[in-house]
């Protein structure tokens, strides 16, 4: 289960890091008084205009952060509830998890048609495998 855990860790570094792009290109576009003041004047009705690419990534935190409690869930409870036997099979596909994730947000970010479902699927699925592993 260490390798399930160290993924497990990984995906929530990750789903704090990545406000890190939308928030940083806030600040530039806002200006740094504004941002330090919470808003600009006028705010939401004259928000300054932001790069698509902004409103993906944050599109993209937001999904893993909807995400990530049902991967915590299933990977809390492999560990609780398993014998240890599924323990490399619930490493395995916590990685696979964490790497799809990371993918997700770099396609989901640079808008490339066609993927963003794909990897979102591959990541949803590694949920439902680590859950079979305890409920099965």
């Given at each position: ?113 066609g993927l963003r479902t794909p990897v979102y699927l591959v990541s949803w699925a590694s949920i439902l495998v680590i859950g079979a592993q305890v409920v099965l």
């Amino acid at each position: 289960m260490e390798t399930a855990y160290y993924y497990l860790a990984l995906s929530g570094l990750l789903t704090v890091l990545l406000w890190t792009p939308y928030i940083t290109a806030r600040m530039f576009i806002w200006g740094i008084p504004s941002f330090l003041h919470n808003y600009p004047e006028g705010f939401p009705a004259r928000e300054p205009e932001t790069p698509l690419w902004v409103e993906r990534s944050k599109r993209a935190h937001l999904n893993m952060i909807e995400t990530m409690p049902a991967f915590i869930a299933v990977v809390v409870a492999a560990g609780l509830l398993g014998d240890g036997a599924n323990a490399q099979t619930v490493g395995t596909w916590a990685q696979v998890f964490f790497f799809a994730r990371v993918l997700h947000a770099i396609v989901y970010t640079l808008g490339i048609p066609g993927l963003r479902t794909p990897v979102y699927l591959v990541s949803w699925a590694s949920i439902l495998v680590i859950g079979a592993q305890v409920v099965l």
